[in-house]
């Protein structure tokens, strides 16, 4: 289930709007398929909110990620698991399609190396040994001061829609594994795409003047 709101109030200030964002996106998670987070390997989205920074947008989210049998056995054979995390903002145009106006794009990897017994998560030239696949999969959960890249010029009074995802992408695997993903839902692995309409948070404005 697709689930979408809109916050409705009057001029409230950045805190207030952010506390808002927070509570209605909590709401709509609430909505997604009970099947997403009992299954055996899944992503699902637990808590999402965005903030004004000084250099435009940011947002923090909690996943809750699980390997089933298939995907625990091929990091094990060496196999490097590709993670993304997207977050699109989008403008609804009612005579053509949606415009997406900014973008928050990262993949990460999950590797294990059998000669130390460490799992390891890389998000470029960044790398942390994790001791357990648990520890590795809590790391790639959470989601903090992850920037939002405008493609133009945001504005608070503006309603956008959100839609925020992770997904494992096959398209990174070795050539013989994506045969294998074919029609397998084994390597299907992906939270499904939230979305919700908001309203930006109020940016801060930078007195240059104040010491």
């Known amino acids: 289930m697709t689930a979408f709101f809109m916050l409705c109030c009057s001029k409230p200030d950045a805190f207030a709007r952010r506390l808002l964002v927070t509570v209605m996106v909590l709401l709509a998670i ?7 987070a009992h299954a055996e390997g899944g992503i699902q989205i637990k808590w999402v909110a965005m903030e004004a920074v000084d250099e435009g947008y940011q947002f923090d989210a909690d996943f809750g990620v699980t390997l089933n049998a298939k995907l625990e056995h091929a990091l094990e054979k060496g196999i490097v698991l590709y993670f993304v995390t997207e977050l699109n903002l989008m403008n609804s145009r009612w005579y053509w399609f949606d415009e997406r106006v900014a973008q928050s794009r990262v993949r990460e990897g999950l590797s294990y190396y059998a000669l130390t017994r460490q799992y390891r998560l890389s998000r470029g030239t960044f790398l942390q040994n994790f001791g357990t696949l648990a520890e590795a999969l809590q790391a790639l959960s959470r989601v903090r001061n992850r920037p939002i890249i405008a493609n133009t010029e945001l504005k608070h009074d503006t309603e956008y829609t959100v839609e925020i995802r992770m997904r494992l992408d096959i398209s990174a695997l070795p050539k013989p594994f994506q045969v294998e993903t074919l029609g397998s839902r084994e390597w299907d692995l992906s939270s499904g795409m939230l979305r919700w309409s ?6 801060k404005i930078q007195d240059n003047n104040m010491p």
């Open 198 to 203: 908001t309203r930006l948070p109020v940016q």
């Open 30 to 36: 609430a909505l997604l398929p009970a099947t997403l």
